[in-house]
Every structure is written in structure tokens, then in C-alpha cells.
């Protein structure tokens, strides 16, 4: 088997498996959003509330969530647990 970096975080302070470590680039982590105006989807992070979407070409407000983060990070950007436990 071959290396394929797609498997892995693309956090490089994380390096965990990819959408399934827990850091804030999980993208289970963050709520995927849908904008009825471009119809375009977007990842917003986990505790924000913002609804503008972030597609270059619209920036409108108006987003919903299309499909809510099934857990909330349990690492910060650095990989340090956002707990206190152990480091990565």
C-alpha cells in the first residue's frame, strides 16, 4: 500500500486520521453549510454562528445548516486536547 495524504489530517501540527481527529480541521467537527443563493456548500467551525456564505463570488447572508457537526473538536489547531490530557 501506498502513502495517500488524503487519509490524514491536513492540520500538519494534528497528523491524525483524516475526519476523525478530532482538531478543528475535522471537517465532523464543523457544521456543513448550504447557501441558497449560489448553492453552494461551505464548512463553518464549530461555536460559530456566522451565515455569510464564503464563496468568493457570493457573500451573501442567508446560509442554513445543511448537516450539523456530529462532535465538537477535542484538539486545538496546535493538536494540544483541548482537555488538558496528553499532547499528540
Known amino acids: 500500500m501506498g502513502f495517500d495524504p488524503s487519509d ?3 492540520n500538519p501540527a ?8 478530532g482538531c478543528p480541521a475535522d471537517h465532523n467537527t464543523q457544521d456543513l453549510m448550504g447557501c441558497p443563493h ?3 456548500l461551505w464548512y463553518r467551525p464549530h461555536g460559530s454562528t456566522t ?5 468568493p463570488k457570493c457573500g451573501r447572508d442567508g446560509s442554513g445548516v445543511f448537516r450539523p457537526a456530529k462532535y465538537p473538536p477535542a484538539f ?3 493538536g494540544k486536547p483541548l482537555d ?5
Open 8 to 10: 490524514y489530517c491536513p
Open 14 to 21: 494534528c497528523g491524525g486520521a483524516a475526519d476523525a481527529c
Open 38 to 40: 449560489c448553492n453552494g
Open 51 to 55: 451565515t455569510t456564505c464564503l464563496h
Open 76 to 78: 486545538d489547531a496546535g
Open 84 to 88: 488538558g490530557g496528553e499532547h499528540r
